[in-house]
């Protein structure tokens, strides 16, 4: 199997970490080196057949980017530049970060924009993760009882990222063998 791309949006380096965790849980025959969306293109996803893509929730549920007060930007200015690009044939897999008691009404929302455009330009999804463990009141992203991929709460819960991702990971070795 090809390499899988890690492509994660950030401004606290929260996500950052979590891409790391990733790359080193899958090891370095399986996973590329976790790439920051600022320093991306297009291109660059197009290159792995599967892809990992994280991003943190902000706010009102919205995505990074400069529009969310970040100092670069990051998903919110990359996702209009997938309009045209096809990722038929592409596997991807979500994880998002939010803060469940902060953000009760749009905990890890930010990961229904990633699913969507990429959905949009025919890659599969795949990953989707109950809701089972967290304590919120809405999220754009949780389809037919499910998150469109992992939920991470790094303020609340981060003793259990770790479980979680390998968890994760593990059943999605199944979808990419």
């Avoid at 890690?6 to 996500?15: L, P, Q, R, S």
């Avoid at 009882?145 to 609340?156: C, I, K, S």
């Avoid at 770790?162 to 999605?172: I, P």
Wanted: hydrophobic share 40%.
């Amino acid at each position: 199997m090809a390499k899988i791309g890690i492509f994660f949006g950030t401004d606290t380096g929260n996500t950052r970490r979590v891409a790391k965790d990733i790359a080193t849980l899958l090891g370095v025959d399986l996973a590329a080196k976790p790439v920051n969306i600022r320093t991306a293109n297009v291109d660059d996803l197009l290159q792995y057949d599967v892809l990992i893509l994280g991003a943190p929730t902000y706010g009102e549920g919205e995505l990074p980017g400069l529009g969310t007060g970040n100092a670069t930007e990051s998903w919110a200015e990359f996702l209009p530049k997938l309009i045209g690009h096809d990722f038929s044939g592409k596997t991807v897999a979500i994880y998002g970060l939010g803060n469940q008691k902060g953000y009760p009404n749009d905990f890890v929302s930010a990961m229904a924009y990633l699913y969507d455009s990429f959905r949009q330009c025919g890659a599969a999804i795949v990953g989707a993760c109950p809701t089972d463990g967290y304590k919120f009141k809405h999220s754009k992203s949780v389809i037919d009882g499910l998150f469109v991929g992992l939920a991470l709460d790094q303020e609340n819960q981060k003793e259990l990222t770790q479980e979680r991702l390998g968890t994760w990971l593990q059943s999605l070795q199944t979808v990419w063998a």
